[in-house]
């Protein structure tokens, strides 16, 4: 976890909001390497949210 970060700004970051990688075509991450760190509770659920982000994004 925390070691592709989510960030408007490529250089805060290696994912926009969209789990679209900086500066790549064609390529997202979904996973918990987007979360800025490991928390104390169990991530599947955010997880799974965050992989339906651009999962939606490449149906639309």
């Known amino acids: ?4 970060r989510m960030s408007g700004i490529a250089a805060n970051g290696v994912v926009n909001p969209d789990c679209h990688i ?3 075509t064609n390529m997202h ?6 979360f800025p760190t490991g ?3 169990d991530p599947t659920l955010t997880a799974v949210a965050l992989a339906l982000r651009p999962a939606a994004r490449l149906r639309g």
């Open 1 to 4: 976890m925390g070691t592709t």
């Open 29 to 34: 991450i979904a996973g918990t390497s987007i």
């Open 39 to 41: 928390g104390w509770a």
């Open 22 to 24: 900086h500066g790549l």
